[in-house]
């Protein structure tokens, strides 16, 4: 189980994705209103997935309407040193304004019991 200190945005600065080129560690903004995790594609890249070839697809509602993205599985994932195996994620740009190159959404969280208590600061995974 791990405990963070929640902020606002909530940011998770030790992630860990790994794929067939190796382990990338990434900072993630906590999205608990998106069905997948997502990366950027120079992550996803790097790793050794390719996104433009990705034959799966999922439509996503944004603020700027619904668009599709492409989805991969990843090796595993690893948030704060707990991990999971086979994570569905879909690949897109992030706005290089956020200082993130994901957003950590249910693909993962689902694994996992999640507790968000702002009143006392902490998010607790586990």
Known sequence: MIRLALGIPIVIRQ???DGPLGRR????ILDTGATYT??????????????AVSPRRVST?????????????????????LGAKNIDITCQ?????????GLLGLSFLRNF??????????????
């Open 93 to 101: 740009d992030i706005p290089e304004l956020a200082g993130v190159e």
């Open 38 to 51: 997502s990366i950027s594609w120079s992550v996803a890249l790097d790793i050794g997935y390719d996104p």
């Open 113 to 126: 019991r999640t507790v968000i208590d702002y009143k006392s600061g902490f998010l607790e995974i586990g």
């Open 61 to 81: 509602i944004t603020a700027n309407g619904i668009i599709e993205l492409p989805l991969i599985t990843v090796d595993r994932m690893e948030v704060e040193g």
């Open 15 to 17: 992630v860990f994705i």
């Open 25 to 28: 560690r990434i900072d993630m």
